[in-house]
């Protein structure tokens, strides 16, 4: 969880705005952002710009926002993700109404419906369900459904330095990822933009965060593609950011790479570690994976195999016999320590 260092708490920002707020005190402006999922600018922006900042004024430099204060950026933050113009949410926003011809988003509960505890939604309105989902989730979550290029880099980023790749993206980015998966899933085709969007801004924040690819050494090379039909590239991105951090020389191929140019490649590069992503049963091929695992180079008397892990989803029921199968990045990393340390 985020540590709160303006004033050395260890409470998430969810926690103090409850408890601090009924004691009169209340949230500064990075606390602020980080529960909307906004960068710290956009939040005084708003406040310069369409009077949307704290009601009352502390003594001091920094300023406090209350529960009211909140709600109220909260109710932005939830006018802007529908596409409102900013001005005209800022005024919606302050004044508490609502946009004149805005459809039922759903029908009214029964009264006697219990409502969700207040940590399973989302509080800018995102509708994600994200449950117990670290509180990075949600604002990363509301980032994208506003498509606020700035705030989601910035939060991307800030998960990744804190938590390290690995658990940022098994804790973090994951969840989201497949948060915003299931709301495109059932909203037809709704939402699609915002999956392309968190996708791209996730590939590019794993890049920044890896060190520089190292260069090729014999026997520690991992070659990382999709298979031939499959195109779901981000979890071999995170595989490939995390070798990097580890000083393992990696080449990156991507989706759909066909069966002709992975042997190849493999030839080419005579690495340690095939890494072959399936994300669909229909793409992942078992023939395909013996035939790289029986592939040899080097001398005579000296030649060498690669260890073809299978990766993904689609593998399940599909793996071929004394083929590794990690269950995740974590497993994954380990595994191809393990190969080229041995």
Known sequence: ???????????????????????????????????????????????????????????GRHRRWTAADVARLERMCALTATGLPPAEAARMARSGTSPNAAPARRAPAPASAPRPPARDRSRAGSGLRLGDARQECKGIARAALRLDATALEELLLAAIAEHGLVAAWTEVIMPTLQAVGRKWESSGERYVEVEHFLS?????????????????????TTV???????????????????LAEHGLPVRMFGGALPVESLVAAVRRTGPAVVGLWAQSRTTASRPLAQHVAA?????????????VLTLGPGW?????????????????VAVVRSVVAG
């Open 1 to 59: 969880m985020s540590r709160n260092a303006d004033d050395g708490d260890d409470r998430t920002d969810e926690d103090r705005t409850d408890e601090d707020v009924r004691r009169g005190g209340g949230l500064t402006t990075g606390e602020v952002a980080r529960r909307l999922g906004v960068a710290p600018t956009t939040v005084r922006t708003w406040d310069r710009r369409y009077g949307l900042g704290p009601d009352a004024h502390t003594g």
């Open 224 to 242: 990382l593609a999709c298979v031939p039909g499959e195109s779901h590239t981000l979890p071999l991105e995170a595989l490939a950011a995390a």
């Open 295 to 307: 592939m040899e180079w080097g001398v005579r008397g000296a030649r060498r195999r690669p260890v």
């Open 316 to 332: 399940a029921g599909q793996g071929a016999s004394g083929l590794p199968r990690p269950a995740g990045l974590a497993e994954a």
């Open 200 to 220: 791209w801004h996730v590939s590019g924040a794993l890049r920044r965060s890896a060190p520089p690819v190292g260069a090729d050494r014999p026997g520690a």
